[in-house]
């Protein structure tokens, strides 16, 4: 079946950096588009970022310039380096992918950025 396994998650200073890791398995990795998202406290799930199979990224404008996203197809894992962290990019942050009419999820990583 279908999984995917955050981590990386954190507490970090405001203006550092953090990486995320997305550990897929259950499906042809390299053939799906991966996304993250994220959801802060009180608010709807929102992109942040996401990878096609051909490599092309697409970000957020909140993330752009900040976030990149990157995949790594031998090892099924899908990446999300954060840089210059703001105190609103505190959430919980979530790996996506959609395949065979559905949508999966992981269980998410918490993301706080705090002083």
């Known amino acids: 079946q279908v999984q995917l396994v955050e981590s990386g998650g954190g507490l970090v200073q405001p203006g550092g950096s953090l990486r995320l890791s997305c550990a897929a398995s259950?499906?042809?990795?390299?053939?799906?588009?991966m996304s993250w998202y994220r959801q802060a406290p009180g608010k709807e799930r929102e992109l942040a970022a996401t990878i096609i199979a051909s490599g092309t990224t697409v970000y957020a404008d909140s993330v752009k310039g900040r976030f990149t996203i990157s995949r790594d197809n031998a090892k099924n894992t899908v990446f999300l380096q954060m840089n210059s962290l703001k105190p609103e990019d505190t959430a919980v942050y979530y790996c996506?992918?959609?395949?065979?009419?559905?949508?999966?999820w992981g269980k998410g990583t918490l993301v706080t950025v705090s002083s």
């Open positions: 996506n992918t959609n395949l065979h009419g559905g949508a999966y």
């Open positions: 259950g499906f042809t990795f390299w053939r799906y588009a």
